[in-house]
């Protein structure tokens, strides 16, 4: 980027700052912007910081949303007493894309890494225990992602809520829809095995 | 991105506009920016305005700049008298980072493409005939890309100032740097076997 001037220079800087784009990408980005009509990069700009100021997270289920409540908790026709938990709002939005389920959600904002210094605290699992505390929830199904630390949240949130009276479930590993055997790992096709289930269930 | 709240929508919508942006990456783009501190956020937003707002071109060359000339017309040190014609800043850029030119460029803005509806009168020609005519100039640098469209903007240049008193070269094909001849494609051996030189050249 040298020979560029000095303001070009800097807005591939912050644009390098995204993850997954290196120098070369964000040159090209910048070379957009430059070329871009100003009304649109203004836009995106204006995009930035309307984003950063009116975004917030919903008090009951910490999702992302620029009203009081999200759209979800604002849903009288959700049911309330199942509480999905998940990592982040992406795996929120995935949920209810799939169209699975009516329930609310809880976002930790997070899994356990002690490696990388996340523990409990830096979840909302205290948000989760006072919302149990606080309404009738009768099922808590867990959606952490499938790794190390999803699954060690997951065993933490059954450890924390095992007084209450509430069932605790977990979504089912398994091979994916449209999968293939022969392509699919070890540990995968073990889970798969081990949750099989009676074909009448079906 | 169904689910996300309406100002992450948008803001996704933006960042997509970024050309080779899909909306997947779009997406992470925008999770960064809603985690990311309020000022980097800020800092990326500013930078998008500043760039718009004071980055314009060189009169001479037609080269980005922030000041009245650029840095190169600017410097006395240049030579004035070998213009070196590229399509684009990028292409000043890399010639530049090669060290390998003290002259001054011409920035063309494009290359001719018909079916683009690009013609003569959207690139920057006039301005560098009557650059030309005002100034002593000994030598064109043609240093558009090796393309069709840079092949044609090369052939309209030569045919343009044809009857002033000006050498026009064009920048060599070949082997690239470092190459290996059983990976070169065909036309560009062709090309590096009709530009050959005595050995005593080099």
């Known amino acids: 980027?040298?020979?560029?001037?000095?303001?070009?220079?800097?807005?591939?800087?912050?644009?390098g700052r995204f993850p997954g784009i290196g120098e070369k990408t964000a040159t090209r980005l910048a070379t957009f912007i430059l070329r871009a009509p100003p009304d649109e990069a203004r836009m995106l700009a204006e995009?930035?910081?309307?984003?950063?100021?009116?975004?917030?997270?919903?008090?009951?289920?910490?999702?992302?949303?620029?009203?009081?409540?999200?759209?979800?908790?604002?849903?009288?026709?959700?049911?309330?007493?199942?509480?999905?938990?998940?990592?982040?709002?992406?795996?929120?939005?995935?949920i209810e894309e799939s169209g699975s389920f009516r329930g609310t959600y809880h976002v930790l904002h997070g899994a356990l890494s002690p490696l990388d210094g996340i523990g409990p605290e830096r979840l909302r699992l205290q948000e989760?225990?006072?919302?149990?505390?606080?309404?009738?929830?009768?099922?808590?199904?867990?959606?952490?992602?499938?790794?190390?630390?999803?699954?060690?949240?997951?065993l933490l949130i059954t450890k924390l809520v095992k007084e209450k009276d509430i069932k605790v479930t977990r979504i089912a590993l398994g091979i994916p829809f449209g999968g293939d055997l022969k392509y699919t790992d070890r540990r995968?096709?073990?889970?798969?095995?081990?949750?099989?289930?009676g074909m009448k269930d079906s």
């Open 1 to 15: 980027m040298a020979g560029y001037p000095p303001l070009v220079k800097r807005l591939i800087k912050e644009l």
């Open 47 to 94: 995009s930035i910081m309307e984003v950063k100021e009116k975004i917030r997270f919903c008090p009951v289920c910490f999702n992302l949303t620029e009203r009081e409540l999200c759209e979800i908790c604002a849903d009288p026709s959700r049911d309330g007493e199942t509480i999905c938990v998940v990592e982040e709002p992406d795996s929120l939005i995935a």
């Open 128 to 154: 989760l225990l006072d919302r149990i505390g606080r309404n009738q929830v009768r099922e808590l199904i867990v959606a952490t992602n499938p790794n190390v630390q999803g699954e060690a949240t997951a």
């Open 188 to 197: 995968t096709l073990a889970k798969s095995m081990e949750f099989r289930r």
